[in-house]
């Protein structure tokens, strides 16, 4: 849709940007046959795609559970927490390698920008009302945000924990 392009697009021109990770020259190439989205990246989309349909499918149900009937509250629970959780797992794709506060939350300026006009952009959406009709979402209030907030912040802690498992799996890969 065109709004996962806008909110999207700027995260991934962001990531055009990002420095590398600090010790990028001394690691060995890969192989010539090796496919870029090797079998370590696929595992970690994987399972930070499940992170993020579970958090959104949760989302959702607590939506209905919270205001049966009423599916727009609950489609907007599931769309807010897709969407953010999305941006803020932009900043845990910066590095294959390096967790986030090695890499620094800060570093790459324009990830904060990118990331902060998508929100902006996402809370229009959503609280304009214009916009409401548009894209189907109605305004959410405290009690939503706080089931939803939580729940952002999941599949960005399962991927650094994701690459914290796979640096320890490729340490004992090379020891061995």
Do not use: C
């Amino acid at each position: 849709t065109g709004l996962n392009l806008i909110t999207d697009g700027a995260p991934a021109l962001a990531l055009g940007m990002e420095k590398g990770d600090p010790d990028i020259m001394i690691q060995p190439p890969r192989p010539p046959d090796e496919p870029v989205i090797n079998r370590p990246m696929r595992t970690r989309i994987g399972i930070q795609t499940i992170a993020i349909a579970g958090v959104t499918l949760f989302a959702y149900w607590m939506g209905i559970q919270l205001y049966p009937g009423i599916p727009e509250e609950a489609k907007t629970m599931a769309f807010v927490t897709l969407s953010f959780s999305e941006l803020l797992r932009a900043f845990t794709v910066r590095s294959e390698r390096y967790p986030l506060h090695k890499i620094g939350l800060f570093s790459n300026t324009w990830m904060l920008y990118a990331v902060a006009s998508s929100m902006l952009l996402l809370l229009a959406v959503i609280y304009v009302p214009f916009l409401q009709p548009i894209f189907n979402t109605v305004p959410l209030g405290w009690a939503e945000w706080q089931i939803v907030l939580p729940l952002l912040f999941v599949p960005a802690i399962v991927a650094e924990i994701s690459k914290w498992l796979m640096g320890i799996q490729l340490k004992v890969a090379r020891a061995a």
